[in-house]
């Protein structure tokens, strides 16, 4: 996962939050998995749930609107919070990164750059 090359590169003031994008998504299940996570990695917040309710039953959304109600979420943060959040990720959970991505996008991340992109290689030809 992108977020643990991230914590695992020396990037330690991360927060990772898992957003629900299928209606059919067992929550308690879930929320079960995050705390394992949590455990394993010894850091109880590091994995967040963050629910922003039901996510719509077309299956042609593709997670989009849970998407945009994140964004709009982090974005009323901004203005609430202390210490904002400067970067944001979205991936899929089912995506593998390199080890050597998350240090190659802390570089741009510390250049304070606007919008970082990457090339990937996916399984869906």
């Known amino acids: ?11 330690h003031n ?6 629900n994008t299928d209606n059919q998504t067992d929550i308690h299940q879930l929320k079960q998995t ?32 849970m998407t945009n109600r994140a964004l709009t979420y982090f974005y009323n943060q901004t203005s609430n919070l202390s210490s904002p959040c400067q970067h944001i990720t979205f991936i899929n959970g089912d995506n593998f990164y390199s080890r050597s991505l998350a240090k190659q996008l ?3 991340m510390q250049n304070q750059e606007d919008i970082i992109d990457w090339d990937f290689i996916s399984h869906h030809f």
């Open 14 to 19: 991360i927060h990772i939050y898992v957003v």
């Open 34 to 65: 995050i705390n394992f996570i949590n455990r394993l990695v010894l850091n109880e917040h590091l994995v967040r749930f963050l629910d922003l309710g039901q996510p719509p039953s077309s299956a042609k959304d593709f997670g989009y609107t």
């Open 1 to 11: 996962m992108l977020t643990y090359t991230f914590y695992h590169n020396g990037l």
């Open 106 to 108: 802390l570089v741009h």
